[in-house]
């Protein structure tokens, strides 16, 4: 296979995982080779090389450095290779294109299903706003898998999806259900809440009773928090009437909620979120808590993301 080849257009759209020769690269080059296997799809292998050629600069197994031209086409070489030992067959093509890897990742993204990251422990915000996990994240135009935690999981481990209080997003509880449904694992439809700022904004101001504004607050956030994930567990069933799906309403913060469920679960699934802190990085606060603590891989999605789309 040549480097720089092209993806025929009349096969399914890829799975694409950005490589860079470091060993969570190299992790993520395994998730996705058996993810676009179950997806019956192939495998694109993006590398981003980020320097044009400079003297001295070395390639590293932990990716301090820039990527050169040269070293770009070897790893994706390499990455290729290991695509193939893991799923014989799947990987259709690898490309090397020049820029930033997070802006390179989000510009493959507009012709994928799916875009997989690895990640190198922590993301420490706000020091890492040029993460390419994080970048991607944000920015892409489909789903994003950021490969960290436990990734070889027992098969019945289920796929956990977090539920907003408010109206659940379509996009990201159909998402949660096409991977639950191609693993054969159970869906498990969580929402934490609790009487903070965060939960407060996407609930009616309440109308104090005897017992007291704040006791008011909680009862009104906790009813939300149950009613929402009753919706999101009405929209499983109806997309994959079969699936078993179980609802956790928990008494903490979201990003708690989520991160205790994650070190149980195959796979994470999040909502893109609000907007963040940074201009252009718009993730909410539950996102950003997921891809720094989640004991699982993460899946972010969209909120434009057709739920039609996220089934196929």
């Known amino acids: 296979m040549r480097s720089g080849s092209t993806v025929d257009e009349a096969v399914p759209a890829p799975v694409v995982v950005g490589y860079d020769g470091s060993a969570a690269s190299r992790r993520a080059v395994r998730w996705a080779a058996h993810e676009a296997a179950a997806r019956g799809t192939g495998l694109r292998v993006v590398v981003a090389a980020d320097d044009p050629g400079v003297p001295g600069v ?12 040269g070293d770009g086409h070897e790893a994706m070489s390499e990455a290729v290779a290991l695509a193939e030992s893991c799923q014989p067959g799947v990987t259709r093509g690898g490309v090397v294109r020049r820029g930033q890897p997070g802006g390179v990742l989000v ?6 299903q799916l875009v997989v990251v690895g990640c190198r422990g922590r993301i420490a915000l706000p020091a890492s706003e040029s993460s390419t996990s994080l970048i991607t994240a944000s920015r892409a135009a489909c789903p994003v898998v950021v490969v960290r935690g436990r990734v070889d999981t027992p098969r019945l ?11 659940p997003v379509p996009s990201t509880v159909s998402c949660a259900v096409d991977v639950a449904r191609r693993a054969g694992s159970p869906l498990v439809l969580a929402c934490g809440w609790s009487a903070d ?3 407060l904004s996407r609930v009616p101001r309440p109308v104090p009773d005897r017992s007291g504004a704040l006791a ?3 009862r009104d956030v906790q009813d939300h928090a149950g009613r929402s994930v009753e919706r999101a567990a009405e929209l499983a069933h109806r997309l994959a009437p079969g699936l078993s799906v179980r609802t956790e309403v928990l008494d903490t913060r979201a990003e708690r909620a989520l991160e205790g469920l994650s070190w149980g679960a195959s ?3 999040v909502g893109r979120g609000g907007t963040g802190p940074f201009p252009g990085l718009p993730l909410g606060r539950v996102t950003r808590s997921a891809l720094e603590h989640a004991g699982c ?3 972010v999605v969209p909120p ?6 996220v089934r196929a």
């Open 58 to 69: 070395r390639r590293t197994a932990t990716r301090l450095a820039p990527l050169r031209l």
């Open 107 to 112: 510009d493959q993204s507009h012709t994928a």
């Open 157 to 167: 481990d289920p796929v956990v999806v977090g539920v907003r209080v408010g109206d």
């Open 197 to 199: 700022a965060g939960s």
């Open 216 to 218: 008011t607050v909680v």
């Open 267 to 269: 796979v994470l699934v």
């Open 297 to 299: 891989p993460v899946v």
């Open 304 to 309: 434009d993301v057709p739920v039609e789309d």
